[in-house]
């Protein structure tokens, strides 16, 4: 079973090795669309890990300017052409050991001048466990009954859907918040990042959350119940890039050493 990739617009596995410094993070989706460890401090606070058998990059600090970016350009790509749309959701596989006061970022779009953010995924300033907020359009949404326990690994996903005003939030392939904030088509800011792990790409750094990011994707879809689970049956356990390749048997296999054949009938393999 593979991962649903309707509205897929950027997947990150972050399993580029199994340790050293990270330097740019490969877009598994096909958009080019590749992260740049950034920032002087990458060196002291990140890092790749392994853990349990799955790659991610742990940053050990809430502090420093490290970050995983790629600018978003101000004309048209894959991120600015999803400016106006309505229908989102975000993916993240991490663990959280601490967050700062001032909101720890984890993945998403925010322009580079302080602000909420216009489609990323936070934590409060709370101790543990961390309640989640969604930064959309400057706005801040408390995605409540998100709580992620320090040292503990989850698959989380934000179902955005403007249209009919709703935010939902699955834990683990389990609905545990489902919001009707105010909402409008999303809006991205003139000279905005694609981030994870700080909120800027000049200034106003020290919003990393410390701890592990393990897998990260953004689609322009809102996805069902169903995708969740799709996508969480697989992530739970493997969220790494998959292995290429792998023996694809036809539904129809012609068996010669009889006068005739059977549907799905395997032979001579």
């Known amino acids: 079973m593979a991962l649903v ?3 897929l617009l950027v997947r990150y596995y ?3 090795a199994a340790s050293g410094d990270p330097v740019t993070i490969g877009d598994a989706s096909g958009n080019n669309y590749d992260l740049t460890a ?3 401090d990458v060196a002291a606070n990140m890092e ?6 799955n790659r991610g990059v742990d940053c050990s600090s809430t502090s420093g300017n490290q970050r995983l970016v790629h600018a978003i350009d101000n004309t048209s790509d894959i991120i600015r052409d999803a400016d106006g749309g309505s229908l989102f959701t975000l993916e993240v596989v991490l663990i959280v050991d601490a967050v700062t006061s001032g909101g720890s970022r984890i993945f998403g779009i925010n322009n ?5 953010g216009d489609l990323i995924l936070k934590t409060t300033d709370t101790v543990s466990p961390f309640t989640m907020t969604l930064g959309y359009n400057e706005t801040d949404i408390i995605l409540t009954g998100t709580d992620l326990t320090a040292g503990t690994r989850y698959v989380v996903h934000v179902v955005i859907n403007d249209t009919a005003n709703t935010v939902k939030v699955y834990v683990n ?4 918040s489902d919001l009707i904030p105010t909402l409008a088509v999303l809006s991205i800011d003139t000279n905005s990042d694609l981030i994870a792990f700080n909120r800027e790409s000049s200034g106003f750094f020290g919003r990393s959350f410390n701890g592990t990011l393990f897998y990260a994707a953004l689609y322009n879809t809102n996805f069902s119940a169903d995708n969740v ?16 390749g792998g023996l694809t048997i036809p539904d129809w296999i012609p068996n010669t ?3 005739f054949p059977f549907k799905n009938e395997v032979v001579g393999y």
């Open 5 to 7: 990739d309707t509205g």
């Open 257 to 259: 050493s009889q006068p």
């Open 229 to 244: 689970t799709t996508n969480y049956n697989i992530l739970t356990s493997d969220d790494d890039t998959p292995a290429a």
């Open 112 to 116: 580079r001048v302080g602000g909420i």
């Open 173 to 176: 392939g389990t609905l545990t």
């Open 14 to 16: 972050l399993d580029e």
């Open 38 to 40: 950034t920032g002087a």
């Open 48 to 53: 790749y890990v392994e853990v349990s058998g």
